[in-house]
């Protein structure tokens, strides 16, 4: 569906606001455009090479005119390679996830996973699985810190309840706001030292027990949710068709919305 990633700079964020752009504008341009501005931010987290539900909120975002990426684009999916694509072609800035590290190198993945690794891997192809693995952590813009779990893991993060530990996963972080994705449950509150929360929720693999793709949007300081209506039957279908039995455990997940599929 879209051309194949071949030889080309590493995706940092300069490099990967769109590929039908030559990288020397593409660099210029995400460097030299005012970020704190009135600018509508479209904020995408957990999309797991859905697809589908990627072009629905696409489709929806008429509004967004540029976007931050919170990692996780093609893990467990049915389209990996075709996700990160479609990516491309956005004014965007990256961060990787838990999905790209455990992609390049899967030694601290849980083993029920390997499986669906590895077959990720294969459809990414060894350059596309390096490029993504090398995206930066995290991003800190005017008072926004955005992570993919939180800023001292990409695997621990927090929950719609305040919970004990909050103040050692933010890592120092003392005030503005805080965005992270990595539990695919959308929500706002507020933290500790008045630390603003938002997960933008899961595109591709929401575990609220709504199926609809969620993310959020930000402007002027204002964060709101959204979700939207796809076809994730024929999500989780297709992960079944193209991953196997490897991709058996997302593919519940994604027809039921729960991480307990």
């Known amino acids: 569906m879209f051309a194949p990633c071949l030889s080309r700079a590493p995706l940092t964020p300069a490099t990967m ?3 039908s752009r030559p990288i020397a504008e593409s660099a210029k341009r995400a460097t030299t455009r005012d970020y704190s501005s009135l600018m509508t931010l479209g904020l995408l987290y957990d ?7 990627l072009e629905a909120v696409l489709a929806d975002a008429g509004d967004v005119e540029s976007w931050v990426l919170g990692g996780d684009y093609a893990l467990f999916g049915a389209w990996p390679r075709e996700t990160v694509e479609r990516l491309r072609e956005l004014d965007a800035r990256w961060i990787r996830g838990n999905g790209e590290r455990w992609t390049a190198d899967p030694s601290d993945a849980p083993g029920p996973v390997h499986g669906a690794i590895e077959r990720c ?5 060894a350059d596309l699985v ?3 693995a090398w995206l930066p952590a ?3 813009d005017e008072g926004v810190l955005f992570c993919h779990g939180s800023p001292i893991s990409d695997v621990e993060s927090f929950f719609p309840e305040p919970a004990p530990g909050e103040e050692r996963l933010m890592g120092g972080v003392g005030g503005g706001m805080l965005v992270f994705g990595h539990t695919h449950l959308p929500f706002a509150r507020i933290g500790p030292h008045g630390v603003e929360f938002v997960n933008p929720g899961s595109v591709g693999m929401p575990f609220d027990g709504d199926p609809r793709a969620a993310y959020a949007v930000l402007r002027d300081g204002a964060v709101a949710h959204r979700r939207v209506a796809y076809d994730h039957q024929a999500s989780a279908d297709a992960i079944r068709e193209r991953i196997g039995p490897a991709g058996e455990q997302a593919a519940r997940r994604v027809e039921r919305a729960s991480f307990d599929a």
């Open 17 to 19: 606001p769109g590929r």
């Open 47 to 53: 999309i797991h090479g859905n697809l589908p539900a």
């Open 121 to 125: 891997r294969d459809m990414l192809g």
């Open 130 to 132: 390096a490029e993504l």
């Open 138 to 140: 995290s991003l800190d």
